[in-house]
């Protein structure tokens, strides 16, 4: 009898929503794992990592858990203590220890380019407190988050990205779930948002399977085959 294959949970980080991993999906699928692309709140960390962590909660049998960018301090805050995790993957995304932040991690080596691309808008909450939600200036984007894409896709892309409170990339993270659950990391060379070499840095401290790709931030839209691979190898390692 041929073991379960795990479900397949992908979350997406700044700047982009769940059709970001529509090429990720089709592929996955088309090798017969079940998959769920959640819906990052993009609001706050601890808040963002209890909603996916309770959607995770809710899947019966094995899960992969795999984040994109700010999607990575999501998954390792919300993996912590769920057993049904086997493997987290790591797509150009952060592995913050604790106390941690997106902001001092993407600065913590040259090569981010995202702070003078962003453009910030205040919006009032509903208990009064206000915030930036943070945008990637539309002529900037195809450049800044996705430049080996085609320009008409990036265009999209650019009409269609999610913003992120800035208050969530600036928010220390929990107890990491890497430091407990085995992890593969895909780094792309070429990210102008968080710098291969911070991508290294983690990827190493958490000593997780890192796989190197040529590719811009969106490595989900430009290389969905090697998103999918890494994902697979998780699956695959942790069945």
Same mark, same amino acid.
């Given at each position: ?10 979350? /997406? $980080?700044? %700047? ?14 088309? /090798? ?12 706050? *960390? ?7 962590? &309770?959607?995770?909660? #809710? ?7 795999? $984040? ?25 995304? %952060? ?11 993407? $600065? ?9 691309? *962003? ?14 939600? *943070? ?6 984007? /195809?450049?800044?988050? =996705? =430049?080996?894409?085609? &320009?008409?896709?990036? =265009?999209?892309?650019?009409?269609? &990205? ?6 969530? *990339?600036?928010? $220390? =993270? ?42 811009? /931030?969106?490595? #989900? ?14 699956? &695959?390692?942790?069945?």
């Amino acid at each position: 009898m041929s073991a379960q294959k795990p479900t397949i949970v992908l979350v /997406h $980080g700044a %700047f982009a929503d769940s059709s970001s991993w529509n090429g990720v999906v089709d592929k996955l699928q088309s /090798h017969g794992y079940p998959v769920v692309a959640a819906s990052n709140p993009l609001r706050g *960390l601890a808040e963002d990592s209890q909603y996916v962590r &309770q959607l995770v909660a #809710s899947i019966d049998g094995p899960v992969v858990l795999a $984040g994109h960018s700010y999607g990575g301090s999501v998954i390792s805050s919300a993996a912590k203590g769920l057993d049904n995790v086997k493997a987290l993957a790591f797509v150009a995304g %952060f592995l913050p220890d604790e106390g941690e932040s997106a902001v001092t991690l993407s $600065g913590k080596f040259p090569g981010s380019t995202l702070g003078e691309a *962003l453009h910030p808008v205040p919006i009032t909450l509903p208990d009064g407190s206000q915030v930036a939600d *943070l945008y990637i200036e539309k002529s900037k984007f /195809h450049q800044q988050f =996705a =430049a080996d894409v085609p &320009q008409e896709t990036a =265009a999209v892309m650019a009409a269609t &990205q999610r913003p992120v409170a800035d208050a969530a *990339l600036a928010e $220390g =993270a929990s107890a990491p779930a890497w430091k407990e659950v085995p992890s593969w990391v895909l780094v792309a060379t070429e990210d102008r948002n968080i710098p291969a070499q911070a991508q290294t840095f983690m990827a190493e401290r958490a000593q997780a399977t890192v796989v190197t790709v040529a590719a811009s /931030h969106a490595v #989900s839209v430009s290389r969905p085959g090697e998103v999918a691979r890494l994902i697979n190898m998780a699956a &695959q390692a942790t069945s």
